[in-house]
């Protein structure tokens, strides 16, 4: 797959988010449930930041609803505003 190839090359510094959660509200997705999904679009990794999936190779977003992740291309925010 080369995911995590990619996750290295593109991602020098990389923040354990998943593992570690800032955030308040909702609950840390379990890191190998976030192995198994992939981005509609690029099929890139997820990572997850607060109440949303990020993807690490395109930088769209999506939404987790109730615990569910929304992995629909019509519901991605795009990677404009993330901060970086
Ligand atoms: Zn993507």
Redesign the pocket.
């Known amino acids: 797959m080369g995911f995590q190839e990619r996750l290295r090359s593109g991602n020098p510094c990389p923040r354990r988010r998943i593992l570690h959660p800032v955030h308040g509200s909702g609950e840390a997705l379990h890191p190998s449930f976030l192995e198994l999904l992939a981005?509609p679009?690029?099929h890139?990794g997820l990572r997850q930041e607060g109440e949303r999936l990020r993807?690490v190779?395109?930088g769209?977003r999506y939404p987790i609803r109730e615990g569910i992740p929304v992995l629909l291309a019509e519901e991605a925010e795009g990677p404009e505003g993330t901060e970086r």
């Open positions: 981005c679009v690029c890139g993807c190779s395109c769209r």
